[in-house]
């Protein structure tokens, strides 16, 4: 028998079962793609999509963010239905998000994102210390002066969403492959042509590679592009105090700590929190590493300054997970220049799971030719070398 068995040909081949992927290949499919192959080296969602905090909100500085989020939100609020599938959940707690600042340039920024927010329709007010301390009560308030507040924002659960996007797809007749990886992509001319895997090579139309922090290797090799994008290992935990941190209770994003730290409700009562800061560079195969008591206590301190009842908390878990993360935070989404037949969308760092149903619109809209809802071209790869960042008030980093 050949090791490399006859094979069939697709519309399109999405490489990656996370998040993204199984967004893309569900739109795709509804979109009348025809025969469309998902492919995951490992299991559906295994990858980063399963380390997500899963927050959802609005709130970003870089207003093609603000609009990619709220069309994503609006498909977190009515999940099942838009999914078409009654039993489909992603897990949504719409408990609200909370950003607090001291006065200067990070509370600048605040203000002037929530005025962005409101100029496009969102729901986003500046509330005094009083109200903020209504909607949380924990809240320490001694050293703020800016709190913003967006009810139509919480968390969901990645994991959920991307199996309830795979299980869709699939009935739609999506082929899913787990456990099978792609080693390259495969090209004639300057087109990508489908991928060799370690049991066969699949040929098709088009190829979306949304592999996340492990994309380099193939898109380097096929298209000799270099691509900007490093891993980066953030540390999260889980704190228990003797107050609850309880599930009504905002996300909570505290400017005016050194980490600019982001927490909310994990579990029925613990608090789930890590820092909003760069991360450490790291080999994306890393699994999970440890979380050094010194960045425990460091984060620890910075939560009892803000949430009353912390100081005597307790350390219930930790863990590790991987930002693919862009020159400016945030990431490809699109053609490669020169190259037919790919499309991408890596360097989502820690903002990827909230975008994910409207990426993965926007994806499977472009790689089957169609129109965008919003132009792509913000989030082209050009944009690195043409120095055109995509940069708002914020600057770098995880809040963009
Ligand atoms: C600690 C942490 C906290 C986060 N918090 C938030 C948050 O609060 N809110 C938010 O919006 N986002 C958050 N994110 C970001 C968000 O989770 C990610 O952007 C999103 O899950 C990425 O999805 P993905 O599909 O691109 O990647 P992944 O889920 O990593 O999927 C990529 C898939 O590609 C597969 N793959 C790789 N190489 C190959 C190959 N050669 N062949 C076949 N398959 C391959 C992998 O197995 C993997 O399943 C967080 C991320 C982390 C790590």
Redesign the pocket.
């Known amino acids: 028998m050949s090791a490399h068995p006859p094979h069939p040909a697709y519309d399109l081949i999405v490489?990656?079962?996370?998040?993204?992927?199984?967004s893309v290949a569900w739109h795709a499919a509804t979109l009348g793609a025809g025969r469309v192959l998902l492919?995951?080296?490992?299991g559906?969602?295994?990858?980063?999509?399963?380390?997500?905090?899963?927050?959802?909100r609005t709130h970003y500085s870089v207003r093609e963010n603000v609009e990619l989020a709220r069309q994503s939100w609006s498909v977190f609020t009515r999940f099942a239905e838009y999914l078409g599938d009654d039993e489909a959940a992603c897990g949504l707690n719409r408990c609200g998000y909370l950003i607090v600042a001291a006065d200067g340039d990070r509370g600048e920024a605040v203000r002037a994102s929530l005025a962005q927010q409101r100029a496009l329709g969102i729901e986003a007010a500046e509330v005094d210390a009083a109200q903020a301390r209504e909607i949380l009560p924990l809240l320490i308030t001694d050293d703020l002066a800016v709190f913003g507040h967006e009810p139509e924002a919480g968390?969901a659960d990645?994991y959920l969403t991307?199996t309830a996007f795979a299980r869709a797809a699939r009935r739609l007749g999506v082929e899913i492959r787990q456990g099978?990886?792609?080693?390259a992509l495969t090209t004639e001319g300057s087109r990508i042509t489908g991928v060799r895997?370690d049991v066969s090579t699949y040929c098709a139309a088009t190829v979306v590679c949304?592999?996340?922090?492990?994309?380099n290797p193939?898109l380097e090799q096929a298209t000799g592009l270099p691509i900007p994008l490093v891993a980066e290992r953030?540390e999260?935990m889980a704190f228990e105090a003797p107050e609850p941190y309880l599930p009504h209770y905002p996300v909570l994003k505290d400017m005016a700590s050194a980490s600019m730290v982001?927490a909310r409700c994990y579990g029925r009562n613990q608090l789930l929190a890590?820092a909003g800061l760069v991360g450490h560079a790291t080999d994306p195969d890393e699994r999970q590493a440890d979380v050094p008591l010194d960045v425990v206590a460091e984060l620890g301190e910075q939560v009892a300054a803000r949430l009353r009842s912390f100081e005597t908390a307790g350390v219930a878990s930790t863990w590790?997970?991987?930002?693919?993360v862009t020159p400016d935070w945030n990431p490809v989404l699109g053609p490669l220049p020169g190259w037919d037949g790919l499309r991408v969308?890596?360097g989502?760092?820690?903002?990827?799971?909230?975008?994910?149903p409207a990426v993965g619109r926007l994806l499977a809209q472009s790689a089957l030719g169609l129109p965008t809802d919003v132009p792509l071209a913000p989030y082209r790869y050009e944009r690195f070398g043409e120095g055109r960042l995509l940069v708002g008030r914020y600057g770098k980093g995880a809040v963009s």
């Not at 099978?180 to 080693?183: D, I, T």
């Open positions: 490489i990656g079962a996370g998040v993204i992927g199984c492919i995951d080296r490992g559906i969602a295994e990858g980063t999509s399963s380390q997500s905090s899963s927050i959802l968390y990645a991307a099978e990886a792609v080693r895997t949304v592999a996340n922090v492990w994309s193939l953030h999260v982001y890590s590790t997970g991987l930002y693919d969308g890596f989502f760092s820690g903002h990827g799971f909230k975008l994910s």
